[in-house]
């Protein structure tokens, strides 16, 4: 039996519906899907704002990355309209104060320029290297599904994307106020956003379901799309716990 309100996907930096593609057939017994597109847009409260003002009044709500992180903005903005939230391969921090903040700002600025220089497409191969399992970096069908996805976006779109996730809000706040079925899982070798992280938005959210996804990197929804809708449709299937 499917939820009366509709199952909202967000994807994640330079992604679109093929992140999520793999797992919606997967998932249609259980919820009607629709994916959400951050357009051009620069901030993650923004882009909350967006999805919001084209969102039923109820739904339920999936985010995948910084994806999640919109998602954690939708619910400081609205909380009575998500009934339910899942956390994928995410984080919740503001951007690091000192060094390690500038490194940050500097590794995402230098993927930029090689997007600007050199093309998305190179960009994404460049990118994609620590983002998926090491032993699917062999597995040419996956690896160019991802780079295609990233290249179907513009310079100026990972530039707006990213500027969002350097000014990306303290979300501890959101997750203590969490008061629906909530979700937080990753993939085991996600090395973007590890598993540490996702135990520590956990211990902010304890009646949060923490769930592993296994042999995936930061892009499990795309690596093991079966394993990902499990956790899902358990997610689906559960009963408020807090």
Not at 94 to 99: F, K, M, S
Not at 138 to 150: A, K
Request: a negative charge; glycine letters at 4%; hydrophobic letters at 45%.
């Amino acid at each position: 039996m499917k939820h009366p309100e509709p199952l909202l996907l967000v994807p994640g930096l330079m992604c679109n519906e093929a992140v999520w593609a793999p797992v919606m057939p997967l998932l249609a017994r259980a919820a009607t899907c629709q994916v959400v597109d951050h357009g051009a847009a620069n901030s993650l409260p923004q882009m909350a704002e967006q999805l919001l003002h084209h969102a039923p009044a109820r739904f339920a709500l999936a985010g995948h990355s910084m994806g999640a992180r919109v998602a954690l903005e939708v619910f400081r903005q609205a909380p009575e309209r998500v009934t339910r939230i899942a956390l994928l391969d995410t984080g919740y921090l503001p951007l690091a104060a000192g060094e390690a903040g500038e490194q940050e700002k500097n590794k995402r600025y230098q993927l930029l320029h090689v997007a600007r220089t050199q093309g998305v497409r190179s960009m994404a191969r460049v990118w994609v290297q620590g983002m998926v399992h090491p032993q699917r970096l062999s597995d040419m069908d996956l690896i160019e599904s991802i780079v295609h996805m990233f290249e179907r976006k513009t310079p100026e779109i990972f530039e707006a994307q990213i500027q969002a996730l350097l000014d990306r809000p303290d979300a501890r706040s959101v997750l203590q106020s969490l008061n629906v079925p909530t979700l937080i899982a990753c993939g085991d070798q996600d090395l973007w956003s590890p598993i540490s992280q996702h135990q520590a938005m956990q211990a902010l959210a304890p009646s949060a379901v923490f769930e592993i996804v296994t042999d995936a990197g930061h892009m499990a929804p795309m690596e093991q799309p079966q394993a990902v809708a499990d956790v899902l449709l358990r997610w689906l299937g559960s009963q408020a716990n807090v």
